[in-house]
């Protein structure tokens, strides 16, 4: 009998495919209808007090004005054909890139329909975040990588690192879950370094000024869920947990997961898109507090939101140490070791 995490590992080339080829369903019409209109909407009524803040910086950065730019300049060159657009028509572009990467992401990970209907995509689309784009890098870096397609998996991880701070132990996640050969990641990485250097090749300021910029314009952190703002360093324990517990490797990588958000010293809630990709029933309904954080307490009041990842890690961390229970068993689309079942259809990934 073959071991359940190898099957698991083995058919998730297999189930992806899958998944991906399937029609679209009422709900995820829904979803898809509702997310549209909404960035319709922003673009339409696009004046001097209603616009995309991040957005905005995003295509200043592209004149080489990088105050308030953090990420990796692999996106400059795009937003400097963006800043040639009317705002309004720059939104919607940018919006619907963030639609449609989010929409295959969450189709390549098996996400719940309730992430459609978030704060979290309102929020993503209203401020012209990247979010829903770097859903896609991951999911690229990961269908490259089950397939040995270096070349591909090093764009998705460059994509992915726009966001370094999140995007690389993400990354080291799902690589850590591939199980590919050494060759594979060395390659990888060969076309990630080169595609960057590349880029900071063609903005060098972006890099000699970092600091000086990072110390006179710091990013807003105040809505921050992550721990290390309470107890820095401390806040690693929760990486620590799943090496000091006798768990098996599934599982472990389920937690490692799950605590990035809250041990890395910023993460702001809006990246937590990037997780509801990830099947995790209607716990992402639970951002929808937005509304209401934000109402009463601001920015400062989105930390509770903290509690998202929190008490997932929690679950996951008493649950039983079966992988049939397991976020990254359940991602590969698989119910049981042998099917994968929806109302549809059956999928036999053995046959």
Same mark, same amino acid.
């Given at each position: ?27 995820? &019409?829904?979803?898809?209808?509702? #997310? ?14 209603? @616009? ?24 400059? !060159? ?25 929409? *295959? /992401?969450?189709? %390549?990970? +098996?996400?719940?329909t309730w992430a459609w209907f978030t704060a979290t995509l309102f929020?993503?689309?209203? @401020? ?6 770097? #859903? ?11 397939? $040995?397609?270096?070349?591909? /998996?090093?764009? +998705? ?5 726009t966001k370094y701070q999140w995007g690389f132990p993400l990354l ?18 060969? %076309? ?13 300021? &972006?890099?000699?000024t970092f600091l000086t910029r990072y110390n006179l314009y710091p990013?807003? $952190?105040?809505? =921050? ?9 401390? =806040? ?37 898109? %990037? &997780? *509801? #990709? ?8 639970? =951002?929808?507090?937005? *509304? %209401? ?21 929690? @679950?996951?961390?008493?649950? !039983? ?10 991602? /590969?689309?698989? #119910? ?16």
């Amino acid at each position: 009998m073959r071991d359940p995490e190898h099957t698991t590992i083995h058919t998730l080339t297999q189930t992806i495919t899958w998944k991906i080829s399937q029609k679209i369903r009422l709900a995820e &019409w829904v979803g898809l209808i509702l #997310a549209f209109t909404i960035l319709i909407v922003f673009a339409l009524y696009q004046s001097e007090t209603v @616009y995309p803040v991040d957005l905005v910086n995003y295509l200043n950065a592209a004149r080489h004005t990088f105050q308030g730019y953090y990420y990796l300049p692999t996106w400059l !060159p795009l937003f400097g054909l963006l800043a040639r657009l009317p705002l309004s028509a720059a939104w919607f572009i940018w919006g619907t890139l963030n639609i449609l990467g989010f929409w *295959f /992401a969450w189709r %390549v990970f +098996g996400g719940s329909t309730w992430a459609w209907f978030t704060a979290t995509l309102f929020f993503v689309l209203f @401020y012209g975040q990247i979010t829903g784009i770097l #859903a896609t890098g991951v999911a690229i870096f990961w269908m490259a990588l089950r397939r $040995d397609h270096w070349l591909l /998996a090093g764009i +998705g991880a460059c994509i992915a690192l726009t966001k370094y701070q999140w995007g690389f132990p993400l990354l080291v996640i799902l690589g850590w879950l591939a199980q590919r050969p050494k060759r594979t990641y060395f390659l990888t990485t060969c %076309v990630t370094f080169v595609i960057i250097g590349v880029c900071l090749g063609l903005y060098p300021e &972006w890099l000699t000024t970092f600091l000086t910029r990072y110390n006179l314009y710091p990013p807003n $952190d105040q809505a =921050s869920i992550s721990l290390w703002r309470y107890v820095g360093p401390a =806040s690693l324990i929760l990486w620590g947990i799943p090496f000091l517990l006798p768990f098996d490797r599934i599982k472990r990588l389920n937690l490692l997961f799950l605590a990035t958000p809250l041990v890395i010293p910023y993460f702001q809630p809006h990246d937590l898109l %990037v &997780w *509801f #990709a990830f099947p995790l029933g209607m716990w992402p309904v639970l =951002s929808n507090l937005t *509304f %209401v954080l934000l109402s009463y307490w601001g920015l400062s009041g989105l930390r509770w939101l903290a509690l998202f990842p929190l008490l997932l890690y929690i @679950y996951h961390l008493v649950s !039983p140490s079966s992988s049939t229970s397991l976020l990254f068993f359940n991602f /590969a689309g698989l #119910a049981t070791p042998r099917m994968f079942v929806n109302r549809d259809r059956t999928f036999d990934v053995e046959a």
